[in-house]
Each structure stands twice: as C-alpha cells, then as structure tokens.
C-alpha cells in the first residue's frame, strides 16, 4: 500500500499532512476529548520547515493529485491549487542553497503572487522579503 493513497480508518490519506490531521482526528474521536483546531500544537506547524527563510517546497493537491515545485515556499504558508483554487500546503520543504555563495535559481522566473498565501499577506511578491 503505498503513501499517495493509502487508507486509515476508512479515510483516504494522500500526504504526509493528511496522516498528521487522521491521526489527530482518529485520537479525538476514540478518546472523545474536545480539542479546539486552534490550540498552537494545530495552527502553529502547518508545515515540515520552520525556519524564517524561504525556502524550496514540494506541494500536491489533496482534491485533484496536482504536483508542483516552488523555490518560493514559506514556514507555515500555502499555494493555491491552479486546478481546483484551494490552499495546499507543502508536503515537503528544504532550505534553498546557494553553491559557493551564488543565487543560482532563476530570477526571471515569474512568481504567481495571487496563488502565494505569503504574498498575499505582505502585499508585494515574499521574493523581494528580506532574508534573516
């Protein structure tokens, strides 16, 4: 059985993100504990980096199975799906890396701002965002 589409408790997994939010909805109705989705064990690690850079985030649509790569991935912030318009969150993220202290990605590389949740939230395209 293999982790694109697995099934745990009769619910379809597709990422490593659906197994965290399964577990925790599984855990909640055996125990029947009353948790609130906003307690920051929930809403503060929505993604594997937690850095404050940006960094290289490898998304795929839990609705359409959509892949797509971004070199413009942010702790904790999503892309919208160009298919099916909603907020996915990355299933994978690495630091980005500059070989020998170059920036050799693509800087003509058009970034689509309407679809970045962190773009969306500064007001400007998050590459020009400073580094820490």
């Known amino acids: 059985m293999s982790l694109e589409s697995a ?37 503060s690690k929505k993604t594997p980096y937690q850095g404050k850079n940006r960094c290289f985030g ?6 359409c199975n959509r892949h797509w790569m971004s070199a413009s991935s ?31 990605g693509d800087t003509n590389a058009t970034h689509p701002m309407d679809k970045c949740q962190k773009c969306k939230e500064l007001g400007y395209n998050c590459r020009k965002y400073p580094r820490r």
């Open 58 to 63: 490898e998304y795929q649509c839990t609705k």
């Open 7 to 43: 099934h745990y408790n009769c619910w379809t997994v597709d990422s490593i993100s659906d197994i965290r939010t399964t577990l925790f909805w599984s855990q909640l109705l055996h125990t029947q504990k009353k948790v609130s989705l906003d307690t920051p064990r929930m809403a």
């Open 74 to 104: 942010w702790a904790n912030k999503g892309q919208e799906c160009q298919t099916c318009r909603i907020n996915i969150y990355p299933h994978k993220q690495t630091p980005l890396e500059k070989p020998d202290g170059l920036d050799v």
